[in-house]
């Protein structure tokens, strides 16, 4: 092992929403607080899969992405939801701002709907110690939100993952919610190492029992070995996952959604799967009116829209369509994107949904047949971008875009019949 003896600074954070899909509902429904509760993607239907337990009906022994079926045999009385993109969507956008209020955007990556990275090194003066800023975030994502997270803090990403994932209580091995914990270079060997190769972000179960043949079954068996023979194995993730499990990871904390390259650009990695084209469409929406309010700010239209998405294991696909006239408008980047969708195989999982605007072109005015309805919707999206910027992102919701999406959905679903 190779050990920097310089002292490193712990300024990473790791905010992960607890259970997050069922405390959602919870922290807007009080009357949910306390009850076990499933989030399933077809609550009537028996051969449903639990998107999120909350943490009362986990310690029936329910997991994710187990059938409902199975999950209320275990928990009779758990009261099973619909997913509501649209709220998870809104309240993961309040927790980031919050965490916004104590380091800049430059310092922020959000990597799903639950997750958010964060650097505090420049906080300090301001807001008092990395552990300071992170109590007062959790504090205030709880008191403001009714939701819980977990903080993980360490030097570098990957570990900063681990010790948000680290409190688990010992008997059913459930997550502890709330959880606070800071992982420093002296805790490699005696709390890093012992934990189980599964445990650490980037390696599936496949991977684990592929290790577990070469004799390779905690952190610290795959720190030892050598990094030759895992590169000769995996290729050059082995090399990856020996370098992490060392501690080695420079990545720096970096906001997925910056522009550049003149495009501008909003993913969205999602807790589980999903395959229901009704959410799809939910959060292709929450993206679209992400990049269409940011390439208006940018006082540009984009001339060419791509789709990307992402399938369980992480392989990516993108579609893209190029428009006869730039665009900055809403609902124009919502209809093609689901347009762009329905070259998604039907029925086929879905873990990241990207929308990216590029071919950025500025001082360019949109001339065509129906001048007039294109002048009517860019004033009301730039008086909903004002008022927004005044009031807050979730003041306004777009209803002529959720019939358009209703319609759309019941054109797919007719002509795939």
Known sequence: ??????????????????????????AVNPELQGKPLLVAGD???????????????RVYGVKTAMPLFQAKKLCPDAIVLSPDFRLYLELSEKMWQIVGRYTDDDHIEVVSVDECFA???????????????????????????SLGVSVGISYCKIFAKLASDYRRDPK????????????????????????????????????????????????????????????KRFGIYGKKIHALANGWDERPVTPVDRVKDHSIGRSLTLPQDIVDSEQVAEVLLSLADSVSRKVRQEKTKAQTLTLSIKDPEFKTRTYSTTLFEPTELTDVIYQESLKLFEKWPKGKPIRL????ASRLQKGMEQL????????????????????RNKYGSEILMRGTQLLSLSRRLGQRETKNK
Request: aromatic share 6%.
């Open 43 to 57: 609550p009537k239907s028996r051969t449903g899969i639990v998107l999120t337990a909350s943490y009362e009906a």
């Open 172 to 231: 059913t091995r459930i997550k502890v919610p709330r959880s606070f914990t800071v992982l420093a270079p002296p805790d490699l060997e005696t709390k890093i190492w012992p934990l189980r190769v599964g445990e650490m972000s980037g390696i599936g179960a496949q991977t684990e029992k592929q290790l577990e043949t070469m004799g390779i079954r905690t952190l610290g068996d795959l720190a030892q070995v050598s990094g030759d023979a895992l590169q």
């Open 368 to 387: 065509c047949l129906f001048q007039e309805d294109v002048q009517e919707a860019t004033e009301l999206d730039r008086t909903v971008d004002e008022i």
């Open 353 to 356: 949904l990207g929308i990216t």
């Open 119 to 145: 650097d505090f090194r420049g906080s300090h003066l301001l807001f008092g110690s990395t552990e300071d800023i992170a109590r007062r975030i959790q504090k205030e994502i709880l008191e403001e939100l």
């Open 1 to 26: 092992m190779s050990t920097d003896s310089s002292p490193q600074p712990l300024d990473i954070v790791l905010f992960d929403a607890n259970s997050y899909y069922a405390s959602c509902h919870q």
